[in-house]
């Protein structure tokens, strides 16, 4: 008997791989290390009779250090706290996905420890949701913390990681030069480890032909250069941004094992290039691919408004404001829809080339009643975006209200849980048809259809509660937008408001008088 001791990709639990020959056959058993003999018994016929003290110095010696003893359930409870932060995540339920960050990250440090490599990941992960958010100075907490950690690991390919984290939350505060220098050493530190001679474990169990051996580092090479792609992008590299795109391209086309969704990303980065390159037809056809793509994996989501507003944005750029105008509509009845904040689903720079197009379309209109109505149409969806300490204030305290009332708290604890179950389904029902027919399961889809709905029935009979339950929680949370109409009719004749949409180049400025709406261009950011 053999015992091979290693950790799990996800998370850094120990894992046991217990092998054994019989009859020129080799038999394999894998489970975390406390299943170990139950592993060695459904391997051999006279499993050994050791005691629970023997057992432990079995471990021991395999993994040469003491290992926490974590239980399935732990280990389970832990993977289902990461699969509802990402799903949460792509709905743009990030505080959901903060929450459950936040407990996957305190099983894990207790069990592992704080310094466990391990933990950098869950960190990493959870520094960067900060940063999508705008909450900067937290992010770079958590990325402090998490540098401590992968600076001491033995991988290679934790440090690798790291840098390409940081080059997103570079990207997300506008810095694009850190961004490229981040995604530069990004991209040689993932080549450098490919390069790396590694056995083929994959090979042993028989899954060679599902994954390349290699097939999660070509991914993060992949991923690493679809983010030098974008800030060069930013930086108008459109040649280096094109280079990068297209090797990423290639990697997710040709590696066996990635999930499909990536692919998206890097759809989505050459519809942005196309565009800059003033290739509209280019841009369509690759962000079309993207859109579709993101449909099928996760419906109308705010990684599906992305798709939207880049090629609003591309319609805008080449001057088709009619088309960039309707493809918004399209965006903000999504956001409608969601049942999350609009700050949560879209943001000021996403914004701009709406603002551009109406501004631009309303100076070839004559009519000022047909004028007045794009500016309104505009005033409305500036109100999606939100100053991030606002965001910050509301759920602060709704999670006061929510602390002050029991039965609040058991009701909104359901909701969460029906939505996690309902997002889940969504991601794993999308996975399960893009498989090739021979792969497919009809009892799986059956199931997971029947689950999809009837989540989705949970879900819906839960908001209804609460909103009629607890109508001040709901109002707090999901605010009505100001009505521009109600908004006139309280200023005074002599009376203005003045409001604006700041983005990193561009802004707008909005005037509302008891007569009507302006919206100004302003070409700074």
Avoid at 365 to 379: S, T, W
Wanted: hydrophobic residues 40%; neutral net charge; proline residues 5%.
């Amino acid at each position: 008997i053999a015992i091979a001791a290693c950790r799990l990709n996800s998370g850094g639990w120990p894992h046991v791989v217990v092998m054994t020959t019989s009859n020129s056959l080799l038999r394999i058993a894998e489970g975390p290390p406390t299943t170990l003999p139950t592993l060695i018994s459904a391997l051999t016929a006279k499993p050994p009779g050791l005691s629970r003290l023997q057992w432990a110095d079995t471990l021991r010696t395999a993994f040469a250090e003491n290992i926490p003893l974590v239980s399935p359930r732990e280990l389970e409870r832990f993977s289902e706290l990461v699969r509802g932060a990402r799903a949460a995540n792509a709905q743009g339920q990030h505080a959901e996905s903060e929450r459950m960050l936040r407990q996957a990250l305190d099983i894990q440090s207790k069990l592992l420890g704080e310094g466990n490599p391990a933990v950098a990941d869950t960190l990493m992960d959870l520094a960067l949701s900060m940063s999508n958010r705008g909450r900067k100075e937290e992010a770079e907490g958590l990325f402090a913390r998490a540098d401590l950690i992968v600076q001491k690991s033995p991988k290679d390919s934790d440090r690798a990681r790291l840098l390409t984290y940081y080059g997103f939350h570079a990207a997300n505060h506008g810095d694009f030069d850190a961004g490229l220098r981040a995604a530069n050493n990004a991209v040689a530190a993932w080549r450098k480890q490919l390069a790396t001679p590694k056995l083929n474990i994959s090979a042993i169990g028989g899954a060679a032909d599902d994954f390349d051996p290699d097939y999660l580092d070509r991914g993060e090479l992949g991923l690493a250069l679809n983010l030098l792609a974008n800030m060069a992008r930013n930086l108008e590299e459109i040649s280096t941004a094109n280079t990068a795109a297209a090797e990423a391209l290639s990697i997710f086309n040709t590696t066996k094992g990635l999930p499909q969704w990536w692919r998206s990303d890097i759809l989505l980065t050459l519809g942005k290039i196309s565009s800059a390159q003033g290739r509209l037809s280019a841009a369509e056809t690759y962000l079309n691919a993207a859109l579709k793509e993101r449909r099928i994996f996760q419906g109308d989501s705010p990684q599906t408004i992305q798709v939207l507003a880049a090629l609003g944005a591309a319609y805008q750029r080449e001057g088709m404001y009619t088309s960039a105008i309707i493809t918004y509509r399209e965006i903000f009845k999504i956001v409608r829809e969601l049942g999350i904040p609009p700050s949560e689903a879209v943001t000021t720079e996403e914004l701009i080339p709406f603002g551009l197009a109406i501004t631009a379309y309303a100076k070839t209109l004559k009519d000022p009643q047909q004028i007045q109505g794009r500016y309104a149409e505009a005033f409305d969806a500036f109100q999606f975006v939100r100053p991030v300490n606002l965001d910050q204030t509301v759920n602060l305290a709704a999670a006061r209200l929510a602390s002050d009332n029991p039965d609040m708290q058991s009701l909104l604890d359901r909701l969460s849980q029906a939505q996690r179950i309902r997002d889940t389904t969504n991601t794993e029902l999308a996975f399960e048809s893009t498989l090739p027919d021979d792969q497919r399961s009809k009892i799986v889809e059956d199931r997971l259809i029947t689950q999809k709905r009837q989540s989705e029935a949970a879900v819906k009979a839960l908001e209804s509660e609460l909103a009629q339950k607890f109508p001040e929680y709901r109002a707090l949370t999901h605010p009505r937008p100001l009505s521009l109409v109600a908004l006139r009719e309280r200023l005074a004749p002599e009376e203005g408001l003045m409001s604006f949409l700041i983005g990193r180049r561009q802004s707008f400025v909005t005037l509302i008088t008891r007569a009507g709406i302006h919206i100004g261009h302003i070409k700074e950011g």
